[in-house]
């Protein structure tokens, strides 16, 4: 069993940054794939980034690509998003998000731990 606990969410203007935490709790975080997904009021939850249990691979959706970097810590069971040049159509409820399939598998297969989201707003 996983816990995961969102944190580091809140208000930013456009342009800032922003880095967003997902701890862990339970000894076998290690086995799992991580990763975020948002949903933004009124759209589906879409697919951000996700990492592999070793952190070697590293997938990040083309709507953030070069401003997003996902990476994780397994000693702290940590795995965190710095998110860069924030845009108003950022806005959304981040969840971190646990597999024991490859991190490739985000976003196409159900995942196996949610955590309860944290709220990130891009406004001026």
């Known amino acids: 069993q996983v816990q995961l606990v969102e944190s ?3 208000l930013v203007q456009p342009g800032g940054s922003l880095t967003l935490s997902c701890a ?27 990492i592999s249990w070793g952190g070697g ?3 990040v959706a083309d709507s953030v690509k070069g401003r997003f970097t996902i990476s994780r810590d397994n000693a702290k069971n940590t795995v965190s998003l710095q998110m860069n040049s924030l845009k108003p159509e950022d806005t959304a409820v981040y969840y971190c998000a646990a597999t024991g399939n490859s991190a490739g598998d985000f976003g196409r297969s159900p995942m196996d731990y949610w955590g309860k989201g944290t709220l990130v707003t891009v406004s001026s």
């Open 8 to 10: 580091g969410g809140g």
């Open 24 to 50: 862990a709790s339970g000894r076998t975080f290690r086995r799992y794939a991580m990763g975020w997904f948002r949903q933004a009021p009124g759209q589906e939850r879409e697919f951000v980034a996700a």
């Open 57 to 59: 691979s590293t997938y």
